[in-house]
């Protein structure tokens, strides 16, 4: 097979010319931006995918093209490895300078790619591709296709899935179908499989009722959620609210983002009875948060840290039941509220890790143990099980129902990466399995309030953190500083972090009250402001009449 890189140049300046010249890079969320620009970045990322699976020897190269909780009018792009994992950090590099040359240096670029890295460019290539369901993304898929097509890699189009299902594709077809078959119907089978049979027909039990209402945020979890209730045996009453049909943009005043940063039900939620249990996803449903009202009205969260606590609660149980020796582990980021840490180290007696910010942190971590779960506070979140605790588990089973259970919550869980429905049907089985209510699971520990402030600066690189972000080594000074502040709140812990994309620190300040909090967090702004060359306007004191 010979190629032609000038094709690649071709299809460039033919179709998918860059039209801007705004440096761009790769994240953790791969990259992100306004729909109109990202025509040329997708044929680049079509390229780099083709290059990746033949670097993999053959392997799949998922590539996503959602931009989650953004807004509707942005979109983005991101690669999924062979195991279902994040793009390698060593080619986020080179995914960013690809993108960012010249079309006129783009044929000299993927040349050097090729040499630097020693791809056989005449080796065979496989790429999946998957979009949401935001109306630009058939357009920028036909650029990862082409991108693909230009190196004559193998491309297959799945057309519109959740970002977790492109993952299970990916995994299922480079484990040769160990892990399922790479096709929705077989994702559907293994997880309602898995959930019916730990229902095995008690729909209700205790405190528990079978009823939920799920807000789609009017993107693709919408859709699928639909096709899931389409083949369940009626095991769970679902009702979808924000299903993307009519007026509604995605993520627009519902979704798990907005119910867990403003504190409050989707706009377009109906009226329910008390307790009822409601679920937000994000708009590609790879994070998912819980609420409530009360009996008063008033609106209840349960997010990423009250899900991680249920989860390793009950997997902790059926461990010990199955009188099984493994390695349990919870991993959190300094986000975490400082309850859930108390109450899973002192309750749970819980092994628990602190990571850096950011998905690849929580997963790496969390494949150090036999079973590893990991949640953001913001609902993104798996566990993950070593090839040693599910052999353990499948020979306790023989004689454990306890191991049994384990073995089809292995099923269920969508190991390679956070799954809204997946993650919901796992708490949904514990929540009946316990016999519990939302009031049971909300009263297991009273989070502490918390705040978060982005300070405006000169520049964001003159933060620098240890310690899995919660110490700042640089400026010097500053973190006695705010060592002292926090010694004057009860319950009080603070920290700051630069931003990775924006010359912003961020603050975040918990305490006993709600109005130390405030305090505290107003105090440690004023210090990042002072200290690390703050910009902005001065920060208004709490209970000013600016407030």
Known sequence: MSINLRTVYAFAREMYPKISTEYVQYGTAGFRGKAEFLDSVMFRMGVLATLRSRYRGGAVIGVMITASHNPEPDNGVKLVDPKGEMLDASWESIATDLVNVSDQELEQHVAKIIKDNNIDITSSSHVFVGMDNRYHSPRLLKAVADGVIALKGNVREFGIVTTPMLHFFVVAANTKEAYGKPTEEAYYEKLIGAFESLRNGQLENGNYKNNVVFDGAN?????????FIKRMNKSLNISVINQGIGPGKINDECGADYVKVQQRPPISMPIVEPFTRCVSVDGDADRVVYFFTNDKGEFQLLDGDRIATLVAGYLMDLVTRSEIDLRLGLVQTAYANGASTDYIVNELKFPVSCVPTGVKHLHHKALEYDIGVYFEANGHGTIVFSDHAKATIATASETK????????????????????????????????????????????????????????????????????ERDCVKPEGLQTEINKVVSNYKRGRSFVRPSGTEDIVRVYAEAATKEDTENLAYEVGVLVQRLAGGVGPELTQPGSAHL
């Open 219 to 227: 993107g693709v979890g919408a859709r699928k959620m639909l096709q």
């Open 401 to 468: 129902d306890s191991a049994k259970t384990l073995l089809l919550l292995i099923d269920l869980i969508n190991e390679t990466v956070g799954d809204a429905i997946s993650d919901m049907l796992l708490v949904e089985t514990i929540l009946n399995h316990k016999g519990w209510d939302v009031k049971d699971w909300i009263s297991t520990y009273n989070d502490l309030p918390n705040r978060q402030l982005k300070i405006k600066v000169q520049d964001r690189n003159v933060i620098e953190t240890t310690n899995a």
